[in-house]
């Protein structure tokens, strides 16, 4: 047995990785890391044999290279969950006109991304399936909803590979913790990831009333609260916690968030505080055509308000066009909510106080905070997964070299055999 590492080691970004037995050949997700460049996992002629590919969660750092499969014509089932097989229809299709918009070149079309969706089966939790030498079966991995953990099991080899994908523990406003019920099982390959490997999150309810506070206060100046999101989960939270809040301003939800949010309404039983979404979206005002934005921007200018929208990186989407026009009134706030990756917009604008739009480098002239709203798991968290797993090797990847190497540390003093691969190493079993 073999387990190769095309994407997502020592980085964060572009998921992939490969098992292969004699008798089968399996991709865990098909991701890209988004940038100033789209960077790819790496896909070369030897998946032509591919048997499956498992897919734990929509975003496109898990999801986002699946369309290249198809556009080299190999026609492979894709297994995931049903609300996930229909975020990655919204997402891919947005990949593909933001791309055309901003004349950009990627690695698929709208055809491939078809050919993606019609290829792609629904799979429930704990449904267990068998598929030449192993089964497989997901469990809720809580970091989105619809996300998965997929165990695996080998009986030829007398394996069994838990792959937890992107997982939390703890319950949010939107997710409910991830289920760990497959502990019962003798698991000998844990993979997991380390976004947050070396940090615990802050108190949750702290991060929500600072987050409050600075928008009473931007708003309290007749300013703008900038607050770039992603489209699946950070936009749902954010907009649940504006509520729970009653924060007494305009709200208004752009990008493909909009989408996101009306598809998830339709899955509440999967959401923490689905009972609350749709009483949510009656104090927001959607945009959903340029008229809708053109209103909002003569309103937020006059009145100031709130903008939530797509991108969460500042690497496209609606909210560079927001800040382009709001970025020097130094009565507005950006507000970042989630993790910027290297190399992203984001993280360029926390190192040098500057941010791109377009070509542009511009240095904006207003506030910008960051606030941890985190889907990941913190290191705590992870610490709790690999002690109650207890595996007998433990394989730690998405992670930046830091975070990785600090989980590995933790784990060889607990005792456990711990490795961190580079990006194309294989694994021999």
């Keep these: 047995m073999e387990i190769i590492f095309r994407g ?19 991709l865990l997700d098909c991701g890209v890391k988004l940038g100033k460049t789209i960077e790819y996992p790496i896909l070369d002629e030897s998946i032509r044999d591919v048997d499956k590919v498992f897919i734990s969660h929509a975003h496109l750092d898990h999801s986002g290279a699946l369309p290249i499969l198809f556009h080299k014509k190999i026609d492979v089932p894709v297994v995931t969950t049903e609300l996930t097989k229909k975020l990655i229809k919204i997402l891919l299709k ?13 690695l698929f079309n709208n055809h491939d991304v078809k050919e993606t969706i019609r290829h792609t089966i629904p799979l429930n939790y704990k449904d267990k399936k068998y598929y030449k030498d192993f089964s497989y079966e997901f469990f809720n991995a809580g970091h989105i909803p619809g996300s998965a953990s997929i165990l695996l099991e080998y009986e030829e080899k007398n394996k069994t590979i838990l792959y937890t994908g992107d997982i939390k523990l703890r319950n949010t406003r939107l997710s409910k913790g991830a289920d760990l019920s497959y502990i019962k099982d003798d698991i000998d390959i844990l993979i997991i990831e380390s976004t947050y490997g070396n940090s615990i999150h802050p108190d949750r309810k702290a991060v929500e009333l600072s ?6 206060e931007i708003l309290f100046k007749g300013g703008i609260a900038l607050i770039p999101v992603f489209a ?10 504006l509520n729970d809040y009653n924060i007494d301003a305009p709200i208004y939800l752009d990008g493909m968030a909009v989408d996101v949010t009306k598809l998830m309404l339709k899955y509440k039983e999967l959401l923490n505080e689905g009972y609350k979404m749709e009483e949510c979206l009656k104090n927001v005002k959607l945009i959903e055509k340029s008229e809708d934005r053109v209103k909002a921007i003569e309103n937020l200018s006059k009145n100031g308000g709130i903008v939530v929208t797509t991108a969460g990186m500042l690497d496209g989407g609606p909210i560079l066009y927001y800040l382009k026009l ?7 706030a950006l507000l970042l909510t989630g993790y910027q990756v290297r190399d992203s917009n984001g993280r360029h604008l926390i190192e040098t106080g500057k941010i791109y739009i377009g070509e542009n480098e511009v240095k904006p002239n207003l506030e910008v ?10 290191m705590d968290e992870l610490h709790e997964i690999i002690k109650k797993v207890n595996p007998e090797l433990l394989i730690i990847q998405h992670g930046e070299e830091t975070q990785a190497t600090v989980l590995r540390n933790w784990a060889l003093e607990h005792g456990f055999d711990a490795i961190v691969p580079k990006l194309g190493e294989k694994i021999r079993l």
């Design 8 to 26: 997502a080691a020592l980085e964060v970004g572009r998921s992939c990785i490969e098992i292969k037995t004699d008798k089968s050949k399996i």
């Design 94 to 106: 947005d990949m593909v006109k933001i791309a055309e918009f901003e004349n950009k070149k990627i």
């Design 211 to 216: 987050f409050i506070e600075k928008i009473k």
């Design 232 to 241: 699946v989960d950070r936009a749902q939270e954010i907009l649940l916690i």
């Design 326 to 332: 709001f970025m020097h009134d130094p009565r507005n």
């Design 369 to 378: 905070c960051l606030y941890n709203f985190s889907c990941h798991a913190g």
